[in-house]
């Protein structure tokens, strides 16, 4: 049964099938670079609203409601022509290219996806380099700060070694102290020493990628008044997203013609307008917030540069609870504006919509969004389980045939 359940569109067997899929294309060309979602603006974009032929945006909404399937439609052809541009030749090229579509509760769709750029590396690989020198730089340090040195030749190399750098990683000290030798040699110093250097290097490396694709500098002058505070500012009256002063009412059009530039003055206020109309984070107790915290990590602390914090993970359950299961790497990005989420410049001013993009470092979060988005199954929206229970109430009184006619009537208008 699974092998024909396997042919039915948005059925279990078939995301199982799908998730084999892109575990094969994973394997046989490499991990995924970015991660990235795409949402659709409702009835801002103009483009949709000639489409619909209506001008103002109150009969835009409304006519967005009624025909869905148009919005639908003209998402995934604008998601088409966003992955020739952005992901295409003359963007950041991609040797491969996975997404899927989703629609939230209220019905409006958008898409999750992954894809990997034509280079070489695997950063997760890199960011095996990483964990592994910052683990040869605190044993070194350890080192260096317990252990009676005689050797003049051991006691000048471990002198390259800045004890102080990388002290916000966590790592367990107890298993690093295990592998200090009785007796230090010059080859146990070199080989750790060597690591450091490797890690320095990948570290440099994919930082290096992600400040270039991605950035979390708020470019406005002056910047936000909630900028550097632990709340947001409450919505301005300016801020209620006048529908007809909506940055996603620019027409996509406008970004291929020929005059285009990214630093014209007209573009730099549109990127403006769009960071601070999709990209400053704020708190929804129904969506980010857990237990008081919010599960995005706004917000985020100020910092002049981007940078790697390495720790190791506890298991919390089972046999593994309290132990260490593995090691991870997190970025800490640079950044001016503690609400600021993470986004391509050029990607936004392409999409001109909310874009939420990351670099993928950590090959476990690669299985993970893999096994949640690719097993995920659409559930039937509350507005049609409200017309099937209202519906077959009128049953006993009606008839079959009334209450058929009902649910076609209510779920196509």
């Known amino acids: 049964m699974g092998r024909y359940g396997a042919k039915i569109l948005g059925s279990p067997q078939y995301f199982v099938s799908r998730k084999k899929e892109l575990l094969a294309l994973i394997e046989s060309k490499g991990s995924p670079h970015i991660w990235f979602t795409l949402s659709l603006p409702n009835e801002y974009w103009e483009g949709l609203r000639k489409i619909l032929q209506v001008s103002d945006i109150t009969s835009a909404k409304e006519m967005f409601l009624r025909n869905p399937h148009i919005a639908d439609a003209y998402f995934r052809h604008q998601a088409n022509l966003f992955f020739k541009t952005f992901f295409g030749s003359k963007g950041i090229e991609s040797s491969w290219l996975w997404?899927?579509?989703?629609?939230?509760?209220?019905?409006?769709?958008?898409?999750?996806?992954?894809?990997?750029?034509?280079?070489d590396e695997d950063f997760p690989d890199l960011a095996e380099l990483v964990i592994r020198g910052r683990k040869s730089h605190r044993l070194l340090s350890l080192i260096q700060a317990n252990s009676p040195i005689n050797d003049p030749i051991i006691s000048e190399k471990l002198s390259t070694i800045v004890p102080t750098a990388f002290t916000d990683d966590k790592f367990d000290e107890n298993n690093l102290v295990k592998e200090i030798p009785i007796n230090l040699t010059s080859n146990f110093i070199d080989e750790h020493i060597q690591n450091h250097e490797a890690g320095m290097a990948a570290e440099k490396q994919i930082i290096g990628f992600r400040d270039f694709l991605l950035t979390t500098i708020n470019t406005s002058s002056p910047l936000p008044t909630d900028s550097a505070s632990l709340a947001r500012d409450e919505p301005q009256s300016t801020e209620k997203k006048e529908r007809k002063r909506h940055p996603s009412n620019k027409?996509?059009?406008?970004?291929?013609?020929?005059?285009?530039?990214l630093r014209c003055e007209e573009t730099t206020a549109l990127y403006k307008d769009l960071v601070s109309a999709l990209q400053r984070h704020r708190h929804n107790q129904g969506y980010c917030m857990r237990e008081g915290k919010c599960r995005f990590g706004f917000p985020r602390k100020l910092a002049p540069n981007s940078r790697l914090i390495v720790r190791d993970i506890y298991g919390e359950r089972g046999a593994n609870k309290g132990k260490v299961t593995r090691t991870m790497v997190d970025f800490e990005f640079a950044t001016n504006d503690g609400w600021l989420n993470s986004h391509a410049k050029f990607g936004l001013l392409a999409w001109s919509a909310n874009l939420d993009m990351s670099v993928l470092i950590d090959q476990e979060t690669v299985v993970r969004y893999i096994a949640k988005y690719c097993l995920k199954v659409e559930r039937p929206t509350k507005a049609f389980e409200s017309i099937l229970k209202d519906s077959m109430k009128l049953q006993a009184e009606s008839g079959d045939e009334v209450v058929m006619k009902k649910v076609i009537r209510r779920t196509f208008n």
């Open 99 to 119: 997404f899927r579509y989703e629609f939230q509760k209220r019905g409006n769709i958008h898409l999750h996806g992954m894809m990997r750029l034509n280079i």
């Open 251 to 261: 027409l996509h059009d406008v970004m291929s013609s020929s005059d285009y530039s």
